[in-house]
């Protein structure tokens, strides 16, 4: 590099100032440089140990900054990766019981959400005060609104909490399950 590639850098380091350690390193690097292409003339050149010793010691502060920021790099793909399976691993299921299917013990998958939390608040959003729906000859006994999207569905017990499901562990996606079996083939 030139004595003036080297003002260059040194300025755009200098306009965009940052927190890295090898960044600051570096500037401190092309400082040194640029002061002793300037002074180049007014001094003779140093003795050659002089020289390497300077050589080895920016070599170890670039060794270390660089180790500095492969370890944060390393940090952060691991919280990324721990985030995913955060995303991944668990989600809640409301499970209720369709009154127009005749058996209590079948309950159908309503809607899932992230916490059970959300899956109260909505059920309380959607329950009413009991009421009877009479169509076709027949008495509904109903709990939650008319035309909601719960209203045949008949309330699960315990606050709520009975048909609160937890799904947990990494379930594929149908396109994931597709490229496994294909995999295996």
């Known amino acids: 590099m030139t004595y003036q590639d080297h003002l260059l850098a040194l300025q755009a380091i200098q306009q965009n100032p940052t927190?890295?350690?090898?960044?600051?390193?570096?500037?401190?690097?092309?400082?040194?440089?640029?002061?002793?292409?300037?002074?180049?003339?007014?001094?003779?050149?140093?003795?050659?140990?002089?020289?390497?010793?300077r050589l080895q010691r920016d070599k170890a502060e670039l060794a270390q900054a660089y180790a500095a920021a492969e370890n944060r790099a390393n940090a952060l793909q691991?919280?990324?990766?721990?985030?995913?399976?955060?995303?991944?691993?668990?989600?809640?299921?409301?499970?209720?019981?369709d009154m127009r299917m005749g058996k209590i013990e079948h309950a159908a998958l309503v809607c899932k959400a992230a916490t059970p939390e959300e899956l109260i608040q909505f059920l309380n959003e959607e329950k009413v005060e009991p009421y009877i729906d009479e169509r076709e000859s027949r008495r509904w006994g109903k709990s939650f609104r008319k035309g909601g999207p719960l209203?045949?569905?008949?309330?699960?017990?315990?606050?709520?909490?009975?048909?609160?499901?937890?799904?947990?562990?990494?379930?594929?996606?149908?396109?994931?399950?597709?490229?496994?079996?294909?995999?295996?083939?």
């Open 19 to 53: 927190e890295s350690d090898s960044v600051r390193v570096l500037a401190r690097i092309l400082r040194e440089t640029i002061e002793s292409e300037e002074q180049e003339e007014e001094r003779p050149e140093p003795p050659v140990d002089e020289q390497i010793q």
């Open 78 to 97: 691991a919280e990324l990766l721990n985030l995913q399976k955060q995303q991944n691993m668990s989600f809640y299921v409301l499970r209720l019981n």
């Open 151 to 185: 209203e045949w569905f008949n309330p699960p017990q315990e606050d709520f909490r009975q048909g609160v499901c937890p799904v947990g562990g990494e379930i594929p996606t149908i396109q994931q399950l597709r490229e496994m079996r294909h995999e295996e083939k």
